[in-house]
């Protein structure tokens, strides 16, 4: 067990909607960093905060925003649902700035119909 | 942009077998790391590498890192069931720090 918890486990939406995914960190990580994972692929960098700022954005477009809560806990956001968009979303917690030892939670499996 | 790539893609061995798995970036890396993710689970941190050339055991694990940090090496001896899993090589994007994950080497273990 990593302590990163992610909810919910599963969801299921239509193309168009909207979307808000959580996280909680492992006690004492003040970092988070949010992953896609399509079928078959490895985990694709979204964006990470860090102490509530965000700390580095890959390649997804801006519908995918983000926030971090002084506790350190985080909810990722998904504007306009597109079919492209089922995957499983990983979350992961660590220590500072570094991306020294990624803590990974269960993840929300998204389904877009 | 910086890529990091592994190969093979998929390896199916039989148990008792060794297995290898090679990552390859695009840029020199400050660190590489390795995770492992069980079928149906989350990646799992099995080891950071940081310096040219260092090579690290865990067990039946051996890790490698490149003398010119840009490639890495998994190395299982006398695979066993339990070993079943995608294995997955990750290092830092240089521009930002965050780790930028390679597309994994799926190893399936025949008993």
């Known amino acids: 067990e990593t302590g990163v918890t992610q909810s919910p486990t599963h969801l299921i939406k239509t193309r168009g909607q909207q979307v808000t995914l959580r996280c909680s960190s492992q006690?004492?990580?003040?970092?988070v960093s949010w992953y896609q994972q399509a079928l078959g692929q490895g985990p694709q960098f979204i964006f990470q905060y860090y102490r509530e700022e965000e700390n580095g954005r890959g390649n997804f477009p801006p519908r995918f925003s983000g926030l971090q809560f002084p506790n350190y806990s985080s909810e990722l956001n998904v504007n306009a649902l597109e079919l492209d968009d089922s995957a499983l979303y990983l979350c992961?917690?660590?220590?500072?700035?570094?991306?020294?030892?990624?803590?990974f939670g269960s993840g929300t499996q998204l389904s877009v119909l | 942009g910086q890529q990091v790539m592994q190969i093979p893609q998929y390896q199916h061995v039989q148990e008792g077998e060794d297995f290898t798995t090679y990552c390859n970036s695009s840029t020199t890396l400050s660190n590489i790391q390795w995770y492992k993710q069980r079928p149906g689970g989350h990646p799992v941190f099995l080891i950071q590498l940081v310096k040219s050339g260092e090579v690290k055991k865990q067990k039946r694990l051996t890790f490698q890192f490149g003398e010119a940090k840009k490639n890495s090496s998994l190395h299982i001896t006398a695979t066993q069931t339990t070993d079943v899993g995608t294995y997955f090589c990750a290092g830092p994007i240089r521009s930002q720090g965050n780790l930028i994950f390679g597309k994994g080497t799926k190893l399936s273990v025949k008993p």
């Open positions: 006690s004492g990580h003040n970092t």
């Open positions: 992961a917690s660590s220590l500072g700035r570094r991306n020294e030892k990624l803590f």
